[in-house]
Structure formats: structure tokens, C-alpha cells
């Protein structure tokens, strides 16, 4: 059974390794924090009906902190499963984007301009001929090369 919805999942497929490990512990803290809050209110609910107050008043807090506990906790699933399935998940998401393709390779619409020989992190494009740089490196195909993201060997764009 999936938790995750797929256009959801898509677009966790495209957050880095690193960082959906933080968004997924923030999340999830979220939603246990929701939980602890939901028992708060069923407590402060009899408590208040044992004395004679009507509990109607917490019927919004509860609904709103209960829907906030799901999102959290759907995220938290999808982050923390993003984080599990390791780097082959981000390069499964980058195959589709633009002409660059799963590596990256340069030339196209879509390309970086510059690939990474090492397969791992983002290639930030430098200067290329005629002083063309960054996305416009890109999309002319002219990028001199780049530097990769993770210290390995930039080859140079087309």
C-alpha cells in the first residue's frame, strides 16, 4: 500500500539525498508533536465535560491539528523513504529533464552545460567561449566545462 501519492513522490524524487533526511526528521517531529497535542485536547475535552463545559469548542484545534499531523507524516514517509532508497532515486527523476538527461551531458535545452564524470552532485557551469555562462552556457551548448559539485572531474560541454 503506498502512502505517498505518485505526483507527490515525483517531486520528492527530486530533493537531494542530504536534505530530505532534514526535511524528513522535521516532519516527522511535526507530526509526533501533533499526536502529543491531539492527546492534549481528548485530556482537556472530558476534563472539561466532567465539569459541566461543552468540549464543541475544540472540534476546530482538534480537526486542524489532526490534518496538519497527516500532511506531516505523509511527508515525513516520503522524505525518510527518498532518504532510504539512496542516490539512484535522484537520478531516476533528473532522466526526464530536458535533453541533459540522467548524466547531464550539455548541448541542449535542458542540459547543464557541463557534465560530471564522478555521476554524483550538481555541475555548476563556469565561464564559457564568448563569455557565456550558467543557464545561458546551457542552452547554447558553449559551456567551457564546470566545476563538479563534489571535487570529482568536469568534462566539458558541447
Not at 517531486?11 to 507530526?31: C, E
Not at 489532526?66 to 532515486?89: C, D, F, H, N, S
Not at 552545460?113 to 555541475?123: E, K, S, Y
Amino acid at each position: 500500500m503506498k502512502i505517498v501519492p505518485t505526483r507527490m513522490e515525483e517531486q520528492i524524487n527530486r530533493v537531494d539525498r542530504t536534505t530530505s533526511l532534514g526535511i524528513g526528521i522535521a516532519t516527522g517531529i511535526t507530526a509526533l508533536w501533533c499526536g502529543y497535542r491531539l492527546i492534549w485536547l481528548l485530556y482537556a475535552a472530558v476534563t472539561f465535560s466532567s465539569v459541566g463545559w461543552s468540549p464543541i469548542s475544540l472540534v476546530f484545534p482538534f480537526v486542524l491539528w489532526g490534518m496538519i499531523g497527516v500532511v506531516a507524516a505523509i511527508g515525513a514517509v516520503g522524505l525518510l523513504t527518498r532518504y532510504a532508497k539512496g542516490p539512484e532515486a535522484r537520478g531516476q527523476a533528473r532522466g526526464a529533464t530536458g535533453a541533459g538527461g540522467a548524466t547531464g551531458t550539455a548541448g541542449g535545452p535542458g542540459g547543464t552545460g557541463a557534465d560530471c564524470r564522478c555521476g554524483v552532485g550538481p555541475v555548476l557551469p563556469t565561464a564559457g567561449p564568448g563569455g557565456a555562462t550558467g543557464a545561458r552556457a546551457a542552452e547554447s551548448g558553449r559551456g567551457a566545462g564546470g566545476v563538479c559539485g563534489d571535487g570529482g572531474a568536469p568534462v566539458a560541454g558541447g
